[in-house]
């Protein structure tokens, strides 16, 4: 738009007797105008960068320097009335108009690129770079479908400078806080979800609102990541969320519940978060898991500590941790993948341990049942001394995967935990509710109790000597030593 400079004082010029100077007050009666303070002058915004090639050009208030003090309104009433400056006002509303459709499109490109997790930047976005970035590269794409599309992103007004692009994914971001204020201010009550976890080098606070919207629908809303790395006592943690209730507008709303894990800092009853929040919201309610989603992770601590409590499973799961690390590493797990072509086996990958998704444990061990044969005979050519400068481990882990009981609980972690993944995935259900989970939780209890006889530890034994056997594994010579 026009620089229209306003200041406190302008230069002043003599008019015969008279000292007069330009007139802020002329920026209002004349919106087109801006004032150029190295030339105290006034020249005209639209003329200048509108200017429509028209057979007769009026240079006055564009080339022609203006600072007749005394007369300027005269002149700039007969310049806004001038044919020149009404074709350039005609030119500037297209222009206008183009700008703010072209300004519309890029934004949608932004916002579906968001909307789908997609990096904008490329890392490399010259012209000669072969990918652009994710951006860029849909702009190209888009343009080749609209001329005028196409035009406007090779001109000055593209919009792809990083900082633009970040301007407009703000304004977008506030756009979507402010409709959420207001619907939780129309509700006139809510409940604050917060939880923290670690993203590469910070510590993150995920806070979130739940109220029922108009529709009589619970809804969930996202407000921010907070980082708490500097502060993850319960006063930095309260403090964070108490600036961010404010920053969006809805402090004042009526909170009535408050949904945090059970870490102490949290669920404090004396000096933790939610003693905090119930100081200046005593309505809101501390809950340790309001959802279903939380007690299939409390059902994942749970198989893991009593996992650690027996003796062979935890060192059954400490073989298997071994395992994934060795063939982490790139040599090993070349030639790992080549032993399993080999074997006619198809390529499967060793997984890490998880203490809080039970799952990826169950796959770690149906990855390894599915490829014993291949990891031993693998282990077996890289254990012969001088092969290389780990066959020292690569030995000892031959040896503890051939024992009895590494195949028996292979054998059998992996029919438990699929048990367990059948319930995990239950808990999971959106539209889960206590009373289904209850039913599922006390199914599969009921099935393990049922399972601890003589008659299915035979058919579990002799699945594991059917195994063993498979794989080539002589379980009665080692029951002999």
Request: aromatic share 10%.
């Amino acid at each position: 738009g026009p620089a229209q400079a306003k200041l406190a004082n302008y230069p002043k010029s003599s008019f015969g007797k008279q000292n007069r100077s330009f007139s802020a007050s002329l920026f209002d009666r004349y919106p087109f105008i801006e004032y150029s303070i190295p030339a105290d002058a006034v020249f005209c915004y639209l003329c200048r960068n509108f200017y429509c090639a028209s057979e007769y050009k009026e240079n006055t208030f564009t080339e022609k320097v203006v600072r007749d003090w005394k007369k300027i309104g005269e002149k700039l009433n007969r310049h806004a009335n001038c044919n020149v400056h009404l074709e350039c006002m005609d030119s500037h509303k297209i222009t206008v108009q183009e700008n703010r459709e072209y300004a519309r499109k890029t934004t949608d490109l932004l916002l579906y690129l968001s909307r789908q997790g997609l990096a904008l930047r490329g890392s490399d976005e010259t012209e000669t770079s072969e990918s652009r970035g994710n951006f860029l590269e849909l702009c190209f794409l888009f343009a080749k479908c609209d001329e005028q599309f196409e035009q406007k992103l090779h001109g000055t007004f593209n919009l792809t400078n990083h900082d633009i692009q970040n301007e407009l994914l703000y304004t977008a971001a506030d756009l979507v806080l402010k409709h959420i204020a207001e619907e939780v201010q129309n509700v006139g009550f809510y409940c604050l979800i917060a939880d923290e976890g670690r993203s590469f080098k910070q510590e993150q606070l995920s806070i979130c609102v739940r109220y029922v919207g108009a529709d009589l629908n619970v809804h969930e809303r996202f407000l921010l990541f907070k980082d708490c790395s500097g502060s993850r006592n319960a006063d930095g943690i309260y403090s964070s969320l108490k600036e961010r209730i404010e920053t969006v507008g809805i402090s004042a709303v009526p909170l009535v519940a408050q949904v945090y894990d059970g870490a102490s800092v949290m669920s404090g009853s004396t000096n933790g978060v939610q003693r905090k929040i119930r100081n200046n919201h005593p309505t809101a309610i501390y809950i340790h898991c309001i959802n279903l989603y939380c007690m299939g992770h409390k059902l994942n601590l749970v198989l893991v500590e009593t996992c650690k409590i027996n003796r062979t499973a935890s060192g059954f799961f400490s073989i298997m941790e071994s395992l994934y690390c060795y063939f982490s590493m790139p040599g090993h797990h070349k030639l790992f993948r080549d032993v399993q072509h080999s074997l006619g086996i198809k390529p499967i990958e060793l997984t890490s341990l998880s203490d809080t998704r039970w799952a990826c444990r169950w796959r770690n061990v149906s990855a390894c049942k599915s490829t014993l044969k291949a990891i031993i005979q693998h282990l077996n050519e890289l254990s012969q001394p001088g092969s290389n400068r780990s066959f020292v481990e690569a030995s000892g882990l031959l040896q503890q995967v051939q024992k009895v009981d590494f195949i028996t609980c292979l054998v059998v972690f992996d029919h438990l935990p699929s048990l367990i993944q059948v319930t995990h995935k239950a808990l999971q259900v959106e539209k889960a509710t206590v009373s289904s989970a209850t039913k599922v939780v006390t199914s599969t209890a009921t099935t393990w109790e049922n399972m601890r006889n003589e008659k299915s530890w035979n058919r579990v034994w002799a699945d594991v000597l059917q195994y063993a056997e498979n794989v080539g594994i002589s379980i009665e010579e080692e029951e002999d030593e």
